[in-house]
Structure formats: structure tokens, C-alpha cells
């Protein structure tokens, strides 16, 4: 039903263009000779009006004229027809010069050339201004016949001026009031027909004397400092909010007023924009075969979507929870997308069955992000962290050399520096498997390390949105407990970026950032739900579980860091111990110890492998939920 719409829309739009040009060029002709056009020169006009009218309207097409909204007509598109006036002109200015004297009927005069240039283009101009005045007239008519909320913006940046243009369009129910912004040149200063009426500082005083209904905050890149203390204000005032989104969420960073959401605690923790290098990734990853295990969780989702963006012959996704993997094939499978997605069931531990897969489908690349990562549970089931996140990555790195793999990333933790827990030890062994087969193969073996990430299975925030949800109380392990967050697409596009640039052997570390106590980051949840720490919603603290620090370290002392080609990721160079005897042995007697569950023995052993560690000696009591850890980055 809308492509008739659309296309009658654009015949009038062309028609109306037409309509345009043609008085243009007569109006030209009428002021040239003071509205008394002499009979030969009338002659000579129609002869040359098809021929300017022609090349003018071939120029609205080449310059893309004809594919402008209307309703977003602004400096840039004046430019757009500016070029297009100079451009339509060249020809016809040439035909003037070069056509021999008995082709002077097709002669337009030169002052007839310059004035309807400017009339003709002025005019197309005009038309789509005038739409555009029409158009946000009526709306504002239609929204006055409603209740509009009152609104002040935060920002009168780039952000706050998109968005007061898109309020005062009309196209919404909300009446912008006026801005705020902490730049002093800016107070006093109108943006798109609204004040800027003061600092972030006078909201409160601002909400009350104008009525305001809710703040919208229009921050293009702030720091969780910024955005934390403009929540603080609004929380006092009274007064709802919403934000507009950070740039990953808007592709191309358009900003419209049916695209604000609530502010939400990912906002509270830092919206800096990550670049990565397009160009490079795109090179790497184009027209391979793309291996990508833990494929249903939140780490290996988020990789296999980036993935996907990049154009790869043939994306496998290993995962080995039905359900997990059923959900992100659909979600793939409906892109429009020339990718072959290939969901493939399975358990990375199984030999036989990796060693088919392989086989088959011959990947280029494989991002290996499945393992048992939440670090309560993996303490009370370390034989089958062993087997998973330790021997399952050995198994596949294996594999991957034997099959010739480009390239295989390992998605570790920081959790396996000087590990206190079995899940850090586990994949502290990963890394020094892969460093190991690294020294022998073809393949590129590497690992990149991360923390936390927000909003994964079974991590912090979820659990206390839970806990917020059911009246609390919110469960905090240790007051001073603190813990580095990224997004997840911010950790897969880094996790990618670090593959680009790491050499064999390398353990690359992705910039977490400022850490963020676990306490604040439980009152800030508590407060943007509309509540009050401790009075409405209690805080308990539980105690630290087996395995937890108090801290998560950045580097290990004999691990020293370095800077690569991007900002936000490191290079842990290599320890000694990367090379330790008998760690062949060692891997082959923890796999049998893992096969009888004898889950003492295994610490033991660990200890022994890795003697920075501090994993207990022996089976810890069960822990009680729900847990307040935040979880590791990665997929089950």
C-alpha cells in the first residue's frame, strides 16, 4: 500500500520542480527586459527553454536533489544546491560561448543565465522549505488539540540541537521549554527557537518555575561523572528523564524523539564511544569461514553479530545449549544477509564430534568464547571447569592446528591473573595451552583478556534489578568490593579489534577502564528505578564467596604491559612461566583426575601448575542465592 503513496508523492514533487524551473526561467526573462519582452527575444526563450529546463532537471538528479527529505532541509542541503545551481549553469554558459552565430537562437544571454540559476535553484529550495514550515505548522496544531509535556534539554551540543530541531518540528507530544548547558558562552544563546536558560546546576529552580514534565539529557559523549551528577539533580527535582541513546545505538548517530529511552545504569558507567578500525577488521575477516563457540552466549552472541557485519563467506556457531543456539540462529537467519550461517550443536570437549566439524567445514577462524565462567558455581564444580574451560580449549586448539586454523582467539578473564579462584586458574592453564601449541603450530594462538561485562547471564545487574523488583533487599558481598565493567558489544568489537593486531603468543588485554564499587553501583540501580537506597530499598552485605577478590588487578608484577596500534588494548607480555615443564603432563593428569571427580586432588594440582594461585585446597561450603557477583565475560 505505501509504494503508490510514495511513488505519487515523488510525480508531485517532479512536477512541482518543473512547474518551478519554468517560471524561473520566465521571470528571469521579464526582469532582464523590465517585463516588456520584445517578440523575437519571447521566440528565442521558447526555443531555449526546453534545453535549460532539461539540463537543470538532469542536474536535480545527478546531485541527488530529488532524493532530499523535505522535512530535514538545513544548511548542508543548501550547499547541495548551491553546487547544483553552478553545475546546471556551466553547460548552458558554454553553449553561450562555443555555439557558431547561426545557432544564436540557442544563445541564452549571460545575465539570463546567472539570474535564473539563482531563481530556479532558490525557487527548488524554497518549495522544500516551504513544505517543511506547512508541515511542522500542522503538526503543532495537531499536538496543541493534546496534553504536551513540558521539557528542558541537558546539552546544547550537537545532540541538544538535533534534538530541540526534532521538538520543535512537531512531530512529537513534548513542548521544549528550553536548554541547559555548563558552557557559559552558550547561556543566554538560542537553539532552534529555545533559550538556553541556564547551568546543570539551576535544573531544580528551573523544573519548578517552568512546570517542566520531564528532562531529556542530549549528551554526545559525557563521562559517568557528568551523567551521574545530572541524574542526582533531576532525582532531586522530581522530575523524570530520559536520554538520548549513545552513538552504537543510533548507527550513524541520527537522533530522533521516538528513540529516547530511560536513563539506564550503563549510562551511569561511561558512554565513550570505542572506534575500532573498520577497514582492517573487514580484511580479516571477509569471505572466511568463522568459527565461534559459546555461540549462544552473551560474549559469543555479540562476536557472531559483529561477525556478521563483516561479511564472512560462512559464520559457524558452536554452542552447546539447544535453546541458546535455536535463539541466535533465528535472530541471524532473519538479517538480510549473505552469510551462511551454520548452527552446529555440540560440546567443544567432544573430539570426535569437534574433529567432524573441522573436517567439514575447514573454519579460517575461530574466536573460542565457551566456558563455565560464574565463579561461586565453578568453585563447587571445578572437575568440570577443568574439563570445559581448560581441556575443552586444549582439544580445540589442537584441532585448530591440526586443520590448519588461520588464526584462534581465546576469550579469557582478568580473573586469571594470580588466580583466587578455580575459574581463574582454569583459564589462566587455557592461556598457557594455547601459548604452548602456539610454539608449534602454523596457527596464531592468542588470548585476550577482559572483566566484567554489563547485562550478561547470571552477572550483577540483572540480579539486582531482580532484587529491586521484589521489594530487596539488594546483596552486596563487601562494601569496598569493586569490579571494571564494559558493555557487550563493547568488549566483542574490542575482542575483534585485539585479534586484528595480536602475533602468536600474544596475551592481549582490553582497557576496562575506571573500576566501580559494587555499593554504588547497587544505590545507582536503586535510585534510577525511582526508589531510595536504604529507605525504600534495603542494602545487605553477604559477605565475600570463595574465590572473590576484593579487587580485580590490571597486571600481573611479572607481566608487564604495553600499547598497541589502538588505544583500549594492551599487550601482557608473556611471563616465564609461559613455558613451563611437563605442561603436557600436568594437563593429561588433571583430565583424569577430572574424568574420577576427585575435586581435592585437582586443587592440588593446580597448585603445583600454577603456584601464584591461592585456590583452596578443598571443596567450599555452597553458597546462598541469589549472588550479587558480577559475572565474567563470556558464554554459557
Same mark, same amino acid.
Given at each position: 500500500?505505501?509504494?503508490?503513496?510514495?511513488?505519487?508523492?515523488?510525480?508531485?514533487?517532479?512536477?512541482?520542480?518543473?512547474?518551478?524551473?519554468?517560471?524561473?526561467?520566465?521571470?528571469?526573462?521579464?526582469?532582464?527586459?523590465?517585463?516588456?519582452?520584445?517578440?523575437?527575444?519571447?521566440?528565442?526563450?521558447?526555443?531555449?527553454?526546453?534545453?535549460?529546463?532539461?539540463?537543470?532537471?538532469?542536474?536535480?538528479?545527478?546531485?541527488?536533489?530529488?532524493?532530499?527529505?523535505?522535512?530535514? +532541509?538545513?544548511?548542508?542541503?543548501?550547499?547541495?544546491?548551491?553546487?547544483?545551481?553552478?553545475?546546471?549553469?556551466?553547460?548552458?554558459?558554454?553553449?553561450?560561448?562555443?555555439?557558431?552565430?547561426?545557432?544564436?537562437?540557442?544563445?541564452?544571454?549571460?545575465?539570463?543565465?546567472?539570474?535564473?540559476?539563482?531563481?530556479?535553484?532558490?525557487?527548488?529550495?524554497?518549495?522544500?522549505?516551504?513544505?517543511?514550515?506547512?508541515?511542522?505548522?500542522?503538526?503543532?496544531?495537531?499536538?496543541?488539540?493534546g496534553q504536551r509535556r513540558r521539557v528542558?534539554? +541537558?546539552?546544547?551540543?550537537?545532540?541538544?540541537?538535533?534534538?530541540?530541531?526534532?521538538?520543535?518540528?512537531?512531530?512529537?507530544?513534548?513542548?521544549?521549554?528550553?536548554?541547559?548547558?555548563?558552557?557559559?558562552?552558550?547561556?543566554?544563546?538560542?537553539?532552534?527557537?529555545?533559550?538556553?536558560?541556564?547551568?546543570?546546576?539551576?535544573?531544580?529552580?528551573?523544573?519548578?518555575?517552568?512546570?517542566?514534565?520531564?528532562?531529556?539529557?542530549?549528551?554526545?559523549?559525557?563521562?559517568?561523572?557528568?551523567?551521574?551528577?545530572?541524574?542526582?539533580?533531576?532525582?532531586?527535582?522530581?522530575?523524570?528523564?530520559?536520554?538520548?541513546?549513545?552513538?552504537?545505538?543510533?548507527?550513524?548517530?541520527?537522533?530522533?524523539?521516538?528513540?529516547?529511552?530511560?536513563?539506564?545504569?550503563?549510562?551511569?558507567?561511561?558512554?565513550?564511544?570505542?572506534?575500532?578500525?573498520?577497514?582492517?577488521?573487514?580484511?580479516?575477516?571477509?569471505?572466511?569461514?568463522?568459527?565461534?563457540?559459546?555461540?549462544?552466549?552473551?560474549?559469543?552472541?555479540?562476536?557472531?553479530?559483529?561477525?556478521?557485519?563483516?561479511?564472512?563467506?560462512?559464520?559457524?556457531? +558452536?554452542?552447546?545449549?539447544?535453546?541458546?543456539?535455536?535463539?541466535?540462529?533465528?535472530?541471524?537467519?532473519?538479517?538480510?544477509?549473505?552469510?551462511?550461517?551454520?548452527?552446529?550443536?555440540?560440546?567443544?570437549?567432544?573430539?570426535?564430534?569437534?574433529?567432524?566439524?573441522?573436517?567439514?567445514?575447514?573454519?579460517?577462524?575461530?574466536?573460542?568464547?565457551?566456558?563455565?565462567?560464574? +565463579?561461586?558455581?565453578?568453585?563447587?564444580?571445578?572437575?568440570?571447569?577443568?574439563?570445559?574451560?581448560?581441556?575443552?580449549?586444549?582439544?580445540?586448539?589442537?584441532?585448530?592446528?591440526?586443520?590448519?586454523?588461520?588464526?584462534?582467539?581465546?576469550?579469557?578473564?582478568?580473573?586469571?591473573?594470580?588466580?583466587?579462584?578455580?575459574?581463574?586458574?582454569?583459564?589462566?592453564?587455557?592461556?598457557?595451552?594455547?601459548?604452548?601449541?602456539?610454539?608449534?603450530?602454523?596457527?596464531?594462538?592468542?588470548?585476550?583478556?577482559?572483566?566484567?561485562?554489563?547485562?550478561?547471564?547470571?552477572?550483577?545487574?540483572?540480579?539486582?534489578?531482580?532484587?529491586?523488583?521484589?521489594?530487596?533487599?539488594?546483596?552486596?558481598?563487601?562494601?569496598?568490593?569493586?569490579?571494571?565493567?564494559?558493555?557487550?558489544?563493547?568488549?566483542?568489537?574490542?575482542?575483534?579489534?585485539?585479534?586484528?593486531?595480536?602475533?602468536?603468543?600474544?596475551?592481549?588485554?582490553?582497557?576496562?577502564?575506571?573500576?566501580?564499587?559494587?555499593?554504588?553501583?547497587?544505590?545507582?540501580?536503586?535510585?534510577?528505578?525511582?526508589?531510595?537506597?536504604?529507605?525504600?530499598?534495603?542494602?545487605?552485605?553477604?559477605?565475600?564467596?570463595?574465590?572473590?577478590?576484593?579487587?580485580?588487578?590490571?597486571?600481573?608484577?611479572?607481566?608487564?604491559?604495553?600499547?598497541?596500534?589502538?588505544?583500549?588494548?594492551?599487550?601482557?607480555?608473556?611471563r616465564d612461566d609461559s613455558g613451563i615443564?611437563?605442561?603436557?603432563?600436568?594437563?593429561?593428569?588433571?583430565?583424569?583426575?577430572?574424568?574420577?571427580?576427585?575435586?581435592a586432588e585437582i586443587r592440588e594440582t593446580?597448585?603445583?601448575?600454577?603456584?601464584?594461585?591461592?585456590?583452596?585446597?578443598?571443596?567450599?561450603?555452597?553458597?546462598?542465592?541469589?549472588?550479587?557477583?558480577?559475572?565474567?565475560?563470556?558464554?554459557?
Open positions: 500500500m505505501s509504494s503508490p503513496r510514495v511513488s505519487t508523492t515523488r510525480r508531485m514533487q517532479i512536477l512541482l520542480d518543473l512547474i518551478t524551473l519554468v517560471f524561473a526561467f520566465a521571470f528571469a526573462y521579464l526582469l532582464r527586459f523590465d517585463f516588456a519582452v520584445p517578440q523575437d527575444q519571447l521566440d528565442r526563450a521558447l526555443i531555449q527553454l526546453p534545453v535549460v529546463i532539461s539540463i537543470q532537471l538532469l542536474t536535480v538528479i545527478l546531485t541527488g536533489m530529488s532524493t532530499i527529505i523535505w522535512r530535514y +532541509v538545513g544548511i548542508a542541503e543548501i550547499q547541495t544546491f548551491a553546487r547544483a545551481a553552478l553545475l546546471s549553469s556551466t553547460p548552458i554558459l558554454l553553449l553561450r560561448l562555443g555555439l557558431p552565430e547561426r545557432f544564436q537562437d540557442f544563445r541564452v544571454p549571460l545575465s539570463i543565465i546567472v539570474m535564473d540559476a539563482i531563481l530556479a535553484f532558490g525557487g527548488l529550495l524554497g518549495l522544500r522549505v516551504l513544505r517543511r514550515v506547512l508541515y511542522e505548522a500542522m503538526q503543532a496544531r495537531k499536538n496543541l488539540q528542558l534539554v +541537558v546539552g546544547a551540543g550537537d545532540a541538544g540541537v538535533l534534538i530541540a530541531k526534532e521538538i520543535r518540528g512537531g512531530a512529537s507530544d513534548l513542548e521544549l521549554v528550553g536548554l541547559v548547558d555548563d558552557n557559559p558562552g552558550s547561556i543566554g544563546a538560542t537553539v532552534s527557537g529555545a533559550r538556553v536558560l541556564g547551568t546543570t546546576g539551576a535544573i531544580g529552580e528551573l523544573c519548578a518555575e517552568h512546570r517542566i514534565d520531564e528532562v531529556i539529557l542530549a549528551f554526545s559523549q559525557a563521562s559517568r561523572h557528568e551523567i551521574r551528577r545530572v541524574v542526582e539533580i533531576c532525582e532531586e527535582a522530581s522530575v523524570e528523564m530520559r536520554i538520548i541513546p549513545s552513538y552504537h545505538e543510533v548507527v550513524g548517530g541520527a537522533v530522533e524523539v521516538n528513540r529516547l529511552r530511560e536513563v539506564r545504569i550503563e549510562d551511569l558507567l561511561g558512554r565513550e564511544p570505542i572506534e575500532v578500525d573498520e577497514s582492517r577488521l573487514l580484511d580479516m575477516i571477509e569471505d572466511q569461514r568463522v568459527m565461534v563457540t559459546g555461540a549462544g552466549g552473551s560474549i559469543g552472541s555479540e562476536i557472531a553479530r559483529q561477525i556478521e557485519r563483516l561479511s564472512p563467506q560462512r559464520l559457524l556457531l +558452536v554452542e552447546r545449549s539447544e535453546a541458546a543456539l535455536f535463539e541466535i540462529h533465528r535472530e541471524l537467519s532473519a538479517l538480510e544477509s549473505n552469510v551462511e550461517f551454520e548452527p552446529i550443536l555440540a560440546d567443544i570437549g567432544d573430539e570426535a564430534r569437534m574433529r567432524a566439524v573441522f573436517s567439514h567445514h575447514r573454519p579460517s577462524r575461530v574466536y573460542h568464547a565457551a566456558a563455565h565462567k560464574h +565463579v561461586p558455581m565453578v568453585e563447587l564444580n571445578c572437575a568440570e571447569a577443568i574439563r570445559n574451560n581448560t581441556l575443552g580449549t586444549q582439544t580445540l586448539g589442537q584441532l585448530a592446528s591440526e586443520y590448519d586454523v588461520e588464526s584462534f582467539v581465546l576469550i579469557s578473564t582478568d580473573k586469571a591473573i594470580r588466580p583466587t579462584s578455580v575459574m581463574g586458574a582454569s583459564k589462566r592453564l587455557a592461556e598457557l595451552a594455547i601459548q604452548h601449541l602456539d610454539k608449534t603450530s602454523r596457527t596464531k594462538f592468542m588470548a585476550v583478556r577482559f572483566g566484567n561485562v554489563m547485562g550478561s547471564a547470571g552477572s550483577v545487574i540483572p540480579i539486582f534489578s531482580e532484587q529491586i523488583k521484589a521489594g530487596g533487599p539488594v546483596t552486596v558481598t563487601h562494601p569496598e568490593m569493586e569490579r571494571y565493567f564494559m558493555t557487550i558489544p563493547e568488549a566483542s568489537r574490542l575482542v575483534l579489534q585485539a585479534s586484528a593486531i595480536g602475533e602468536g603468543g600474544d596475551i592481549l588485554f582490553l582497557d576496562m577502564g575506571e573500576p566501580i564499587r559494587i555499593l554504588d553501583l547497587a544505590r545507582d540501580m536503586i535510585t534510577l528505578s525511582g526508589l531510595k537506597p536504604e529507605h525504600d530499598i534495603p542494602i545487605e552485605f553477604v559477605g565475600t564467596r570463595p574465590g572473590e577478590k576484593l579487587y580485580e588487578e590490571l597486571e600481573h608484577p611479572e607481566e608487564k604491559l604495553s600499547g598497541t596500534s589502538h588505544p583500549k588494548v594492551l599487550i601482557a607480555h608473556a615443564d611437563g605442561l603436557a603432563r600436568s594437563l593429561a593428569h588433571l583430565g583424569e583426575l577430572a574424568d574420577l571427580g576427585m575435586e593446580i597448585g603445583r601448575c600454577l603456584p601464584e594461585s591461592h585456590v583452596l585446597g578443598r571443596r567450599p561450603h555452597a553458597v546462598r542465592e541469589p549472588e550479587s557477583e558480577p559475572s565474567r565475560a563470556e558464554s554459557r
